[in-house]
């Protein structure tokens, strides 16, 4: 059976005219498919969107905000018990070194001038050593031996600072 316009004009709920409703009605009589077709249409239409309960806007709305500044309470708290975690273990581990300046501010002062001064030569004595090896040795040594004895030398530099720093300290452990 051929449902051309009808389906057409059911599916896209066409405005008919006399002639045309008249068609229609002739081939809904003989027609089960397209009687479904205007069925489904008459419910489609009849099916009332169902509106929200009064206020739901403005109660999701309120429930948002009271979220939102929940939310925020809880990111301060995290905020806060961490800065204060921070400070707690900063002055754990600085309260040694913070008792002793204050016991003997000007020897410590001096103990770190001095460090620092002699950090501050031994490390211009490495970098003229280095300047010096730089200005002989790269002609015959290739370019990865030569950054891995780079790397090898900054991190003994940098065992030996430590090492430094231990040995400047041990005098006051020993007068105190
Ligand atoms: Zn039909």
């Known amino acids: 059976m051929n449902h051309q316009p009808f389906e057409e004009w059911l599916l896209n709920d066409k405005h008919l005219n006399p002639t ?3 068609e229609l009605d002739a081939h809904l009589r003989d027609c089960k498919y397209c009687t479904a077709l205007t069925e489904t249409g008459f419910a489609l239409r009849s099916a009332r969107v169902v509106a929200p309960a009064p206020g739901f806007a403005m109660r999701f709305q309120e429930r ?3 979220q939102k500044i929940a939310d925020r309470r809880r990111r301060l708290w995290g905020l806060l018990v961490l800065i204060l975690t921070g400070i707690g273990l900063a002055v754990w581990l600085t309260a040694p070194y913070i008792s002793a300046i204050a016991a003997s501010p000007v ?3 001096t103990t770190v001038a001095a460090y620092i001064l002699f950090l501050f030569m031994s490390l211009q004595a490495f970098g003229e050593a280095l300047s010096v090896l730089a200005r002989i040795v790269p002609g015959f040594i290739p370019p990865y031996v030569w950054m891995v004895i780079i790397s090898a030398m ?3 530099g940098l065992l030996w600072a430590i090492s430094i ?3 400047v300290r041990a005098p006051r452990g020993v007068s105190v």
């Open 165 to 167: 720093w231990r040995f």
């Open 154 to 156: 900054a991190g003994l």
């Open 107 to 109: 020897e410590w002062l």
């Open 20 to 22: 045309e409703k008249r």
């Open 64 to 66: 948002l905000a009271a």
